[in-house]
């Protein structure tokens, strides 16, 4: 009996894997995980697990959240700075710009110190329906993780939408669609394919900005692990944990982006 052979991209797939020097950072990985856990100190594991499963939802809740709000204002962002007239193109042009320019953490803080400070003196904010929010942290951080994520990648959907071929755009006019079929059907899931391989990236680097949300005494996973260095006055065994964590939600984020990559037909591409 004999097996068909593999087809020419898995098995060059498979043989990028093989490569000297991805196996001997593997081995490294294996043998510091190995010697962490022989060596280190976790006793106080199963006392901050709840905590920590408390984080790891804080932080899942942020990165998402904020991910996908962000998305949603970065598609007409990016939109009318291809099509739009000047008076919406550049306020979206210089939002981007200006956001892009500052740093995360100057942002954050001045929703939360700032335009949080602000509200307590507004007569009647506390009868408010939205003050018990208003009044708590956990807002402000996603607001500033949304924004941000909305600058980047506003930027890149704008080449996105405009790196579409007109040709398509065009022949989709002659079939005579509309205005919003023709963005709905043709012209955003091909910029959506474009943007896709930069998107996992920018939702990687979103996941890492998101322990700046500590910084305004929300606890998500880094505030756990922040506070279970204070209580037992460990360094590096915490610190490894809050790493290796990161380590897999990455690679989760990546094989996930990769598996949508791959489901996207790609036909006249």
């Known amino acids: 009996m004999t097996t068909s052979p593999l087809p020419a991209d898995e098995t060059s797939r498979r043989e990028s894997w093989l490569k000297p020097h991805r196996l001997v950072l593997i081995l490294i990985a294996v ?25 790891l ?4 809740a942020m990165l998402f959240g904020s991910a996908l709000l962000g998305f949603v204002l970065a598609v007409p962002l990016g939109l009318v700075q291809v099509t739009g ?3 919406l193109k550049t306020p979206a042009a210089a939002f981007c710009t200006m956001i892009r ?24 904010i506390r009868e408010f329906f939205l003050w018990p929010y208003l009044r708590e942290a956990w807002p402000y951080g996603l607001a500033a993780l949304t924004i941000s994520f909305a600058a980047y990648e506003g930027e890149i959907m704008r080449g996105a939408f405009a790196g ?41 680097l979103q ?4 322990p700046l949300i500590a910084t305004i005494t929300v606890v998500d996973l ?18 490894f944990l809050l790493a ?26």
């Open 57 to 60: 939802l804080v932080t899942l």
């Open 207 to 210: 996941l890492k900005s998101t």
């Open 31 to 55: 043998a510091l995980i190995a010697a962490a856990i022989i060596f280190g100190r976790w006793d106080w594991l199963p006392r901050y697990l709840p905590r920590l499963w408390s984080g």
């Open 101 to 124: 320019g500052t740093p995360l953490l100057l942002q954050l803080w001045l929703l939360y110190y700032g335009l949080g400070s602000l509200f307590p003196m507004i007569p009647g």
């Open 85 to 87: 007239p000047w008076w």
């Open 164 to 204: 579409v071929p007109s040709g398509e755009l065009q022949a989709a006019r002659a079939f005579g669609m509309s205005p919003a079929k023709l963005l709905w059907r043709i012209w955003l899931p091909r910029a959506l394919h474009r943007a896709l391989p930069t998107l996992n990236g920018e939702t990687v």
């Open 222 to 239: 880094y505030g756990v692990i922040s506070r279970v260095r204070q209580e037992t006055y460990l360094t590096y065994e915490p610190l």
């Open 244 to 269: 290796l964590i990161y380590m897999v939600l990455t690679a989760i984020l990546v094989f996930a982006f990769r598996y949508f990559e791959n489901r996207i037909p790609t036909r006249g591409i």
